[in-house]
């Protein structure tokens, strides 16, 4: 099991940018091209390796106006680091 960065960023590996043709965020790498829902775009834009997990959960709680978010944060964050696109 992968454990969580406590201040997440993108890895070097890819970039990611928004997609006009698809209408979604996406992530490149040199091998291809990962397709981002929304809620895991809106999550990944804020992994700058400054903010910390909790400022990320706090920032989407306030910009969606929901609570509750931590759990579903720290999921993806987790499969991220799985798959490498946050170190």
Not at 75 to 82: I, M, N, P, Q
Request: charge should be negative; charged fraction near 25%; proline fraction near 5%.
């Amino acid at each position: 099991m992968h454990t969580v960065p406590d201040q997440p960023a993108l890895s070097r590996l890819f970039r990611m940018q928004w997609e006009e043709a698809q209408g979604l965020y996406v992530l490149l790498y040199p091998e291809g091209m990962v397709k981002l829902s929304r809620s895991a775009a809106e999550i990944l834009k804020r992994c700058d390796g400054r903010r910390t997990v909790p400022a990320i959960v706090g920032e989407l709680e306030q910009v969606f106006q929901c609570a509750g978010l931590r759990g579903d944060v720290d999921d993806f964050l987790r499969v991220a680091g799985e798959r490498g696109w946050i170190v």
